[in-house]
């Protein structure tokens, strides 16, 4: 008997880490299974955030998946009498600390029970580590909302169906540091998590997708506009994610054939043509050149995710195209792994642990310039920066040399190596002769494709 509870726990301890190990293909993912009821919650506590009035909503909070309002509410089925019992936020104070009579915002990143009439209230693990007990009505400083449960079948049929696409276009032609016109595609991930089925052990999963982000999560870009972005467009994520997750051999496929299909669509291969001596024809490319763009959102979460992408590269360039394939990444290793083939950016906003393992001399990066450092150099209205007719930022007079003094002395920067992106010359340089300054507004990521950059200094508004 003791033997058999030996095994089975030491079964369970097996169990819980292999939980974390990822599915075979991407072995290091940082995984969590989630049960249909959990994710259910999840789900429908975002739902009851996004029926709340904007003045009254809290923050998703970081960690959570974003999921899209038509996707919640097709697929929760709402349980009669039975409800989620949320934690208020604190009482919003005045200046001399007293709380005023404003009503307090529900957190619904805090669930902290349940409640029915014939049980009471319950208080969930994290409701017992914050002190609830359980109680015949509902603790004073809570909220509730009726519970809901997932169709989880059609919930999987929604996220398990094929990605139509793992590229999007960007429809401006763009010049590149070669004078030819570039044409950009970019691929991402949903930021920082998202949900997938694993078909391996029939089990619903949360994945970290940007294991290596530091204080980037808390501004995330690619999270914030995920907040506008339609119903299809979170889905396409998801989408991909799943299928990466579960297939990467079939997701290659799908890169290959959509890289070498836009790689054709503008380019053509020119030769002299000699049906005598077709073997020895020497061809170029002429077209754009195609840019590749990874982690558009998310990173690079596995060593196979990695591997997809340096080997999409190599297969072109082999192929005959003219490419450019290049990625921010918080994920330190990757910057050397990638080698020649594709130009990485790590950006500073890591964590501090990624941090610590690059040589910033040696590693071209991004850094977030802090917005008090620039507020004064633009013209504004209201809150926004004025921007001229190619979109670009109206600066102050005397604003544009003021902010390469303000950034040159902050970064302990040369003058002469700080370039306005558009002072960049065509052709590319010497490995990082230049730093580079991308304005709020207006600019593109020229500076993160090019060798010769080495500090690309991002002005956020
Ligand atoms: S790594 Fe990129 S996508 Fe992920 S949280 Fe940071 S900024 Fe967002």
Request: proline share 5%; aromatic share 10%; glycine share 6%.
């Amino acid at each position: 008997m003791i033997k058999d509870l030996l095994k089975e726990s030491l079964l369970s301890v097996y169990r819980n880490e292999k939980l974390t190990e990822g599915a075979t293909d991407h072995e290091g993912a940082i995984s969590s299974c989630i049960t249909p009821q959990q994710l259910a919650k999840e789900m429908n506590a975002e739902l009851n955030r996004k029926n709340t009035d904007d003045k009254e909503r809290v923050n998703l909070g970081t960690k959570n998946v974003i999921f899209h309002r038509n996707h919640i509410e097709d697929y929760l089925v709402k349980v009669e009498d039975n409800f989620d019992v949320y934690q208020l936020e604190p009482a919003v104070t005045t200046k001399s600390g007293k709380p005023t009579k404003k009503p307090r915002k529900v957190n619904f990143n805090r669930l902290v029970g349940s409640y029915n009439k014939d049980e009471g209230f319950n208080p969930t693990d994290f409701g017992v580590k914050l002190g609830y007990k359980k109680s015949e009505n509902i603790p004073s400083d809570t909220a509730m909302r009726e519970t809901a449960v997932l169709n989880s079948e059609k919930f999987k049929g929604l996220i398990e169906k094929e990605p139509s696409k793992i590229f999007d276009k960007n429809p401006k032609m763009e010049k590149s540091d070669k004078g030819r016109n570039q044409f950009t595609v970019n691929t991402g991930l949903p930021a920082i998590n998202g949900i997938v089925f694993d078909q391996e052990d029939n089990q619903f999963k949360n994945i970290n997708t940007c294991p290596g982000a530091g204080e980037c999560a808390l501004v995330c870009y690619a999270r914030g506009g995920f907040y506008g972005m339609n119903d299809g467009k979170i889905l396409k994520l998801m989408r991909r994610l799943n299928l990466l997750w579960n297939n990467p051999k079939r997701y290659y496929q799908k890169v290959m054939e959509e890289l070498i299909s836009a790689a054709s669509s503008v380019q053509t291969p020119k030769a002299n043509w000699d049906f005598d001596d077709f073997e020895d024809t020497n061809t170029t490319n002429e077209g754009p050149q195609l840019v590749i763009r990874w982690n558009d959102a998310g990173d690079f979460f596995s060593d196979t995710y990695f591997k997809i992408a340096k080997s999409a590269t190599l297969q072109l360039v082999k192929l005959g195209y003219d490419v450019k394939s290049y990625a921010y990444t918080k994920q330190a290793k990757y910057i050397d792994l990638a080698g020649d083939a594709m130009v990485m950016n790590f950006s500073k906003g890591s964590k501090p642990s990624e941090l610590a393992k690059v040589d910033l001399e040696k590693v071209k990066y991004s850094d977030i310039v802090p917005s008090e450092l620039f507020k004064k150099v633009f013209v504004y209205k209201g809150p926004h920066i004025q921007v001229d007719s190619e979109e670009k930022p109206i600066f102050q007079q005397g604003g544009k040399e003021l902010l390469k003094q303000l950034i040159s002395k902050e970064y302990n920067i040369p003058m002469d190596r700080l370039k306005y992106q558009d002072e960049l010359p065509p052709k590319e340089s010497d490995k990082f002769k230049y730093d580079v300054i991308v304005l709020p507004k207006g600019d593109s990521d020229i500076g993160a494709q090019r060798n010769d950059v080495h500090k690309t200094l991002l002005l956020v508004h």
